[in-house]
Every structure is written in structure tokens, then in C-alpha cells.
């Protein structure tokens, strides 16, 4: 199970959040002076060129609104399994306004949420 962003959605992420939003972060390593390859830590992101900050699927939760208001109607944040949506009838499926498409695990339905709500201008 995926528990943490992917580097190029951890860098995606990094445009559209807060950089302390992050809980963990892709460090570069050197070996013998040279560049070597990205490694995952725990702990949040610092100013660096050797550090992108990155996502566990609790940080990505913690970032999207509990609610958002569009043309006056309010829509609340509902998780289904491997799914997220913002819907303004919390019994069935009608009211969608947000969706995401079916994917693999909740860690990239909450980034795709993210830049969702980004381009919509609602983060």
C-alpha cells in the first residue's frame, strides 16, 4: 500500500501547498561528492535544493477543507475506498461536485483532490 507521495507528485504538490504542510521530504544523497539518487525521510520539508518536501497520506488529509463553498452551495468531503468527493448530500451520489477517478489507493485520490481544488481555486 502506497503510505506516501511519489516524487513528481511530491514535487507537483510542492507549488500548490505550503512547503510545512509536509511531513516528510525526498532528500538528495551524495556519494563520494557526486549526486545520487532521492531517498524518503520523515520529518517536514526544509529550504533546499536537496530537499523536496513530500506527502504521507495523513499530512494530504490534513490539507484538504473539510467543506468547500461553490455558487453558494456548500460541499462537505466524503472518502469512499481508493475515492474522494466533495458532495452536498452526504446519503447518495447525487450532489457530486468534486470526484476523483478511480485509482489504486488513497494517497493519489487526495492529490488529485488537491489539484482539483487548486485549478477550481478553492485551496
Not at 523536496?52 to 472518502?79: C, G, H, Q, T
Request: overall charge negative.
Amino acid at each position: 500500500m502506497k503510505a506516501y507521495t511519489s516524487f513528481k507528485q511530491s514535487k507537483k504538490l510542492a507549488e500548490i501547498l505550503p512547503r510545512e504542510s509536509a511531513d516528510m521530504r525526498y532528500v538528495r544523497a551524495y556519494f563520494e561528492g557526486k549526486n545520487s539518487d532521492w531517498f524518503i525521510q520523515l520529518g517536514g520539508a526544509i529550504k533546499s535544493d536537496d530537499v523536496i518536501p513530500a506527502w504521507s497520506l495523513a499530512a494530504l488529509i490534513n490539507v484538504l477543507p473539510i467543506s468547500v463553498k461553490f455558487k453558494d452551495d456548500e460541499y462537505y468531503l466524503r472518502f469512499m475506498k481508493d475515492y474522494v468527493e466533495y458532495a452536498n448530500d452526504e446519503v447518495s451520489l447525487t450532489g457530486v461536485f468534486l470526484h476523483t477517478t478511480g485509482n489504486n489507493n488513497l494517497v493519489d485520490a487526495c492529490y488529485e483532490m488537491v489539484v482539483q481544488l487548486k485549478e477550481n481555486g478553492l485551496i
